[in-house]
């Protein structure tokens, strides 16, 4: 079960995962999550464009690690005969990740950095899935599925002495 990723790199950064490491925790996601052919596109920004984002939509002013933003399909009427695009319906949204706050996190939490990397990305596409932690109950949720897929890509639980 393979995700279609648009991976977009608008950070200076050269010490950025791959597009093959992304590409494997999305694939080990999906596969989790039993779903195939979704389409997601991540961005990896610098610190101005995540803090500008989580202001914008999140009113928070300052830059955060991940930002998740669903696709929302419009209400569409089409002539008879007409069928929407199947690729339309395969696209989750969108997933931001800051650079410097990855680095910093991991760092100050000590964990490496390609884990904490999977991590984020895991977190965020579980969001595009309608998955939240506002909730007590959710959050354990979340947080169960996403230790459960890292897991599986040998990762320690994220959340754990943390």
């Known amino acids: 079960m393979s995700a279609i990723l648009d991976l977009q790199l608008a950070s200076d950064c050269s010490d950025t995962p791959s597009k093959e490491k992304f590409q494997l925790w999305l694939d080990t996601l999906l596969s989790d999550q039993q779903l ?9 920004v610098d610190d101005a464009e995540i803090h500008q984002l989580n202001q914008q939509y999140r009113d928070k002013d300052k ?11 419009p209400d569409l009427v089409l002539p ?10 395969n696209f989750l949204g969108d997933i931001v990740i800051c650079v410097q706050v990855i680095k910093r996190e991991s760092k100050e939490q000590n964990k490496v950095i390609d884990h904490h990397w999977a991590h984020m990305l895991i977190h965020g ?3 595009l899935l309608g998955y939240d932690h506002t909730e007590e109950l959710d959050r354990k949720e979340m947080e169960g599925i996403e230790i459960a897929i890292l897991q599986k890509l040998a990762i320690d639980d994220p959340y754990q002495n943390h």
């Open 63 to 73: 830059a955060t690690n991940v930002l998740s933003f669903p696709f929302e399909m």
């Open 80 to 89: 008879d005969g007409i069928d929407l695009d199947e690729s339309i319906s």
């Open 125 to 127: 596409t579980l969001h």
């Open 36 to 44: 195939e052919n979704k389409e997601i596109t991540v961005r990896i």
